[in-house]
């Protein structure tokens, strides 16, 4: 026989099921960074309007961010997370001690970061930089477009060209036109840099058989298959500076801490030595509603009922329904039994 509590229980979910089932069912397939895929759909859930300017909450598949990352409640958001336009919790999959997965739109950066996976998808910014938390567009010219150069970690537009006589008052010793961008440079062969210099990604460096030549520009002889003999700053990251590592032969600010521990999605990453990327530990979808977040350095899988947000069926943030613990008093309920006093009035424990 079906006691009235449960058959009450299962029947009230089963009417906001219904009306949940309103909305836009589809499924969307978010991808993150190394393919792993996760999916989300984007109906909006009972729980309020996720128009609304900032409150709004979503249902447990809602919204898909950062590379497959779900945001089931939007109205929870970490500390050093913000809030979307569109009410969806900016912060909430990296958990409760800063940074903050941004809307899939780039519409809402994150208060800080602390892996490139944070600054996906922020238009125009898409690397974190480790030291100050912050989501920025480039550390080398090589990050940037074809008519762009990274200067100051923002990638600026080169000075456009149909020749290199349009190119005689560029700065920065930019006198030759590539014709293939339209832009003015330093160099599109070794033989604009003129002798003892090499062009390379269209910016001319000395070329060198032994450190020595590389000595008066305070930098190394690298003899690497992508240099072949020019002077780069660097050569391994251990040439760097501590909290630096070696990209293309220059030094630049870490991406993430070397062995923290962070959350890309649903899936646990550790950053590696040199702090130039991460590479995945634990990927949490072994368990209904499990989901990743952050404490401290470490990053851990958690259930419905840990992971700081309002899901599945509970009735307040991690407590309450038919599967997490009582709810303490002043928090929302439905039954009696979603309390750990027992007493459910006017939708809150006593």
Not at 146 to 153: A, F, K
Not at 261 to 267: H, I
């Amino acid at each position: 026989m079906i006691h009235p509590t449960s058959l009450t229980r299962v029947c009230f979910f089963f009417s906001l099921f219904a009306v949940a089932c309103g909305g836009d069912s589809k499924a969307n397939l978010g991808s993150r960074d190394g393919g792993v895929l996760s999916t989300g759909g984007a109906g909006a859930g009972s729980g309020g309007a996720p128009e609304a300017g900032g409150g709004g909450t979503t249902a447990s598949g809602g919204t898909v961010e950062n590379g497959g990352a779900t945001s089931s409640g939007g109205a929870t958001v970490s500390s050093g997370g913000t809030t979307s336009p569109a009410g969806g919790g900016t912060g909430g999959a990296l958990g409760s001690d800063g940074g903050g997965t941004p809307s899939p739109d780039g519409s809402a950066p994150p208060a800080s970061c602390r892996t490139n996976a944070d600054c996906a998808y922020v238009a125009g910014t898409p690397l974190c930089e480790a030291a100050t938390g912050k989501c920025i567009a480039c550390h080398t010219n090589a990050q940037c477009s074809d008519t762009e150069e990274c200067t100051n970690t923002v990638c600026t537009k080169l000075p456009v060209c149909q020749n290199s006589l349009d190119c005689a008052s560029a700065p920065g010793g930019k006198s030759i036109c590539d014709k293939t961008n339209g832009v003015c440079v330093q160099c599109t062969v070794d033989a604009d840099c003129g002798a003892g210099k090499v062009c390379t990604d269209r910016v001319c460096h000395v070329s060198c058989s032994s450190d020595n030549d590389c000595l008066a520009q305070h930098q190394l002889c690298n003899q690497s298959f992508a240099f072949n003999g020019q002077c780069t700053q660097c050569i391994v990251a251990s040439d760097c500076n501590s909290g630096e590592y070696c990209e293309s032969g220059t030094c630049v600010p870490q991406t993430c801490k070397p062995a923290q521990q962070s959350c890309d999605g649903d899936l646990v990453v550790q950053c590696n030595d040199t702090g130039s990327g991460v590479t995945p530990l634990t990927q949490c979808t072994l368990a209904l509603f499990s989901s990743c977040i952050v404490v401290g350095d470490n990053a851990k899988c958690v259930g419905a009922c840990e992971n700081g947000k309002k899901d599945g069926l509970e009735t307040d943030v991690d407590c309450g329904g038919p599967a997490c613990p009582r709810c303490a008093a002043g928090k929302a309920c439905m039954l009696p039994t979603d309390c750990s006093s027992g007493k459910c009035t006017s939708s809150k424990c006593q």
